[in-house]
């Protein structure tokens, strides 16, 4: 198994104590840096695909997530402008009146594992915040909205109008949470819908690369 | 016509109900007894653990707040402490409204019942926050074994103390275990960490006068079932529709019964109608069979999120036990 092979099946296995040092014994062996990254995205991408499937759960994601994260801290350095990956910016909340922030945190993790820049705002997070992140922070690509309570469709339903009324462009606007379906996303106006964190990198990924 | 205990012993030994059991009419819960502070909507409260709740105005439930100024145990390693176990003792005065209650119940026909939560998962993320528990499984397994432990023997003080108090028969214990589609963790995380907690839990439970065991996880759990069974569950209250009931109830019937099917999520809302309900209460009933089945919303109380939801339950359930009986 070569560095990189290493250094991607240990972020699937979420070995956070491991991976920096798998890391840095590649850019020693020369190995280049945006090839480490990408296999550390693709190991996330199995670890999204593999949680989607019920094989594994949130512990096992949530390991991963840190095991990259911590690979991605000895790489940054040597990830010169923009050889890194790029995604564009995603901001991301839970919308008014609801507090839940365990699935949105899900998404924020596999989103940024894939490419994303993350702007987390949060729970119970108002259009106007979601606006103003949009207008404040460049290259925003994508605006997700999570929301866990039946009670906050309305609330989602509200954002979303208003944020597709906005006049700001550049963004597609994705939502998920328990109660919402793809028929509520579509029937609200949003570009797309997922049912866990790992399928919503996938859609991401389409909808920004397409 | 059988008392409401028997219809549920009938139901739930495969025997002769006469009619479905109707959500929580067999249970008197005992929910004046003293347990911890409660937030009320509009709240932002600390409880004696220290954990900070918030309950928004308008929204459904508290949450616990889990920024840094707020969460209560952001490094497991120092559990000890940091954690410290609120009294379970309470005045004569502050048992008394729980100890009347009981009191008037007709035993018979009801079981006096404990309401206890949150359970020991539920207890490790709200001290921790969600991320951090979960991780912590895998990162610092002994101190979360030890915190769980510690969390358990809290309960089993608890329970010493209400047991004395109101001699009850049943307990109504929440712990939510999953989300819509997917336990938490998996099987063989859950048993490495809370099955032994929770055999020990309920076994001291059951030796101590509780003869039913009802658990809360309104949640997908389907995968938990065999340790639920294992760990002396009688009843799992808050199934939810995507853990298929009716393959769980005849793969699992004699030994555990199914509580819900009646997703609280798509039926108690605040443009609810009665219709909807009827319908789904039909489909439950129907599908699921009079056997190791109890119609109920997956609400973890008697009651509905917006009013007159748990009533026209109740109603439509009558309706259909009027059919298929």
Not at chain 1, 21 to 30: S, T, W
Not at chain 2, 154 to 160: G, N, S, V
Not at chain 2, 193 to 206: Q, S, V
Not at chain 2, 232 to 242: A, F, K, L
């Amino acid at each position: 198994m070569s560095k990189i092979e290493e250094v991607k099946a240990h972020v699937e296995k979420g070995k956070s104590k491991i991976v920096p040092q798998l890391v840095q014994e590649a850019l020693d062996a020369g190995e280049a840096p945006q090839e480490i990254l990408q296999a550390m995205v693709d190991g996330m991408g199995v670890v999204g695909d593999k949680f989607s499937a019920g094989e594994i759960f949130v512990p096992e994601m949530l390991i991963a997530a840190k095991a990259m994260s911590k690979g991605v801290e000895v790489l940054k350095p040597h990830l010169a402008g923009d050889s890194g990956i790029s995604l564009g910016t995603c901001v991301i909340g839970t919308v008014a009146g609801d507090l839940h922030d365990i699935g949105k945190n899900l998404v924020a993790m596999m989103l940024e594992s894939t490419g994303f820049k993350i702007v987390d705002l949060g729970v119970d997070v108002s259009t106007e915040k979601f606006l103003n992140a949009i207008k404040e922070n460049d290259n925003v690509t994508l605006v997700t909205l999570s929301g866990l309570l039946s009670t906050t469709m309305p609330a989602m339903k509200q954002s979303v109008a208003d944020i597709k009324a906005s006049g700001l462009t550049g963004f597609h606007v994705i939502v998920g949470g328990a109660p919402v379906t793809p028929e509520f996303a579509k029937e609200i106006g949003a570009d797309g819908y997922s049912p866990d964190a790992g399928s919503a990198a996938v859609l991401a990924k389409k909808l920004v690369t397409a | 016509m059988l008392t409401k205990k028997q219809n549920l012993l009938e139901t739930m030994n495969g025997g002769n109900p006469d009619r479905f059991v109707n959500q929580y009419e067999f249970l008197d819960i005992i929910l004046e007894a003293p347990l911890r502070t409660r937030p009320q909507p509009g709240d932002i409260i600390t409880n004696e653990w220290g954990i900070t709740y918030s309950w928004p105005e308008g929204q459904l439930g508290p949450f616990p707040i889990h920024d840094d100024e707020h969460r209560v145990l952001k490094d497991i390693t120092k559990w000890r402490d940091v954690v410290k176990c609120p009294s379970v003792e309470f005045s004569d005065e502050r048992w008394a409204p729980a100890i009347e209650h009981a009191n008037s119940v007709d035993r018979d026909d009801k079981y006096v019942t404990v309401f206890f939560a949150s359970g020991t998962f539920e207890m490790t993320h709200n001290l921790m926050g969600m991320e951090d528990a979960m991780m912590a499984l895998y990162e610092e397994p002994e101190y979360m074994h030890e915190l769980i432990e510690f969390l358990t023997d809290y309960e089993l003080r608890y329970a010493e103390q209400i047991i004395e108090r109101i001699k009850p028969n049943a307990l109504f214990h929440h712990d939510d275990w999953g989300g819509q589609i997917a336990s938490f963790m998996s099987p063989d995380m859950f048993a490495e960490f809370f099955l032994e907690p929770y055999k020990k839990a309920y076994k001291f439970w059951k030796d101590n006068g509780i003869e039913l065991i009802v658990h809360h996880s309104d949640s997908y759990a389907a995968n938990l079932v065999p340790h639920m069974i294992d760990m002396g569950i009688d009843i799992w209250q808050g199934v939810m529709t995507t853990n298929n009931t009716p393959e769980l109830i005849k793969k699992y019937g004699p030994d555990l019964t199914f509580m819900g099917e009646l997703d609280s999520g798509v039926l108690d809302h605040p443009t609810w109608d009665k219709e909807t309900i009827a319908e789904h209460v039909k489909k439950a009933c129907e599908t699921c069979g009079k056997h190791y089945f109890i119609p109920c919303l997956t609400q973890g109380l008697h009651f509905s999120s917006f009013p007159g939801v748990y009533d026209a339950a109740t109603e439509a359930i009558n309706e259909m036990s009027k059919k298929m009986f």
